[in-house]
């Protein structure tokens, strides 16, 4: 006999005090089911992205085969998928991410895959470690609510004044006020140089405007009774649609979540 086969012959003779107990067990076997449904569709954008991010990479478009690695490694994280996007970002130049990548796959990756890989991700960790830029930002005159941007990215007040590591290139940092820009500097920073980015802030300042110079229009009656009646009738009624559902749907299980997949499918020479 199925749960549902079992939840129909329990409701047939539940007393109204027990009706709320059936009700919830009911509504947590359809949260779990729901979420085991989730995870298979997860897992299932996950290999679509990854075998996308194959294409790309095979294609040489490096840039694409990272979104496409990322976003696969969001849904679902697997080591195959880490070390893939670790050596892409090392071929794009983005050395810090590449670098964090490798040190988070050593730091999770199963045996097996460390013992076919780590040795390469810790050459490739040594070789880029000495090509990091280090650029220290300093800004002056910036309100709290004032937002800071480096490569149009967010920076944390608390980085200010710190050697933060950065890719070699050029860097931009901006500061801006509302829809206001309020100031910007660039800096060109050579593989292991150090640079120091100070900028002052000229901008006037955001005056909001005065929504409450009126007094309130309170018109007719709080609604509040009525509000809390429409939404306790409508609790109800969702519940009962929903056991009614529930009851009348077959006894199959959901399917079981395959995963994505297996690592070490595709890494790159």
Partial sequence: M??????????????VRSLVFVVVMLLATIASGASAQSEASEGAAARELYSQGVEAA???????AIARFERSY???????????????RERAGHVVAAIDSYRRFLA???PDM???HGDRARESIASLSPRVARLEVIVFGAQPTDEILLDDAPLARESLGLDLPVDPGAHELTVRRGAA??????RQLAEGGRATIELRVFCAAVVSADTTSG???????????????????????VGAIILGVVLSQPNEPPP?????????SWVIP
């Fill in 2 to 15: 199925g749960w549902r086969d079992r939840a129909r012959a329990a409701a047939a003779g539940v007393p």
């Fill in 58 to 64: 095979n294609a040489g478009r490096i840039e694409e």
């Fill in 74 to 88: 969001a849904l679902s994280p697997r080591d195959a998928t880490l070390l893939n996007l670790a050596q892409l």
């Fill in 108 to 110: 999770r990756a199963e």
């Fill in 114 to 116: 460390l013992e076919r």
């Fill in 181 to 186: 820009t309020c100031g910007t500097e660039r």
């Fill in 215 to 237: 007094p309130a229009d309170d018109r007719g009656a709080d609604p509040t009774p009525f509000i809390a009646l429409g939404i306790g009738g409508g609790v109800v009624l």
């Fill in 256 to 264: 079981a979540f395959v995963g994505n997949v297996g690592m070490g």
